[in-house]
């Protein structure tokens, strides 16, 4: 119960953090949208991104543009979800990626792999077969997004992996 509530405080630190930006969240998937894409997918979501997208959902849709927060990345809602061989990037495993958001219009992908007894990695795809690790789980991702680590929010240092 307390990672739970360790998750509920966090994602109200991004909520927070997007609403000093003028960000409002997209709002929340309910569990059957969520049990859809899952069974549509054949993955079981972990628990901490499961309850991001319950809550949270990801950056709401201003008119007919998505916004962006202040480092240029957008966190997606569930229904844009898609895996990354879909997007046509021949990463490997690259119908095991989920993508869930996206740097500067897509110069880059953040992307998570969901499998059963797995937290679900977070890595960066550039569009080519390369995946650069990120985080162990989504938790760690947003934590890292919070405390605008350089990895998640630098262009340069994905770039130059260094």
Same mark, same amino acid.
Not at 1 to 8: F, G, P, S, V
Not at 49 to 64: C, K, N, Q, S
Not at 108 to 115: F, G, K, L, M, T
Not at 144 to 150: A, C, Q, S
């Given at each position: 119960?307390?990672?739970?509530?360790?998750?509920?405080a966090l994602l109200a630190r991004?909520?927070?953090?997007w609403g000093e930006q003028g960000i409002r969240p997209a709002g929340? +998937?309910?569990?059957?949208?969520?049990r859809a894409f899952e069974e549509r997918h054949g993955v079981r979501l972990p628990e901490d991104?499961? @309850? &991001?997208?319950?809550?949270?959902?990801?950056?709401?849709?201003?008119?007919?543009?998505?916004?962006l927060d202040q480092d240029l990345i957008r966190f997606w809602p569930l229904r844009e979800v898609?895996?990354?061989?879909? +997007?046509?990037?021949p990463a490997p495993d690259a119908e095991r990626w989920f993508v869930i958001g996206d740097y500067a219009m897509w110069t880059? @992908? &953040?992307?998570?792999?969901?499998?059963s007894g797995d937290p679900g990695p977070v890595a960066v795809s550039l569009g080519g077969t390369e995946l650069l690790p990120l985080a162990g789980s989504y938790r760690e991702f947003i934590e890292?997004?919070?405390?605008?680590?350089?990895r998640v929010i630098s262009p340069d240092h994905v770039i130059q992996r260094g």
């Open positions: 119960m307390e990672r739970a509530n360790d998750m509920t991004l909520v927070e953090r929340g +998937a309910g569990e059957e949208e969520l991104l499961r @309850a &991001y997208f319950r809550t949270v959902g990801g950056i709401a849709v201003d008119g007919e543009s998505a916004a898609s895996t990354l061989a879909s +997007a046509w990037v880059w @992908a &953040y992307v998570v792999r969901p499998s890292m997004y919070l405390r605008r680590d350089p």
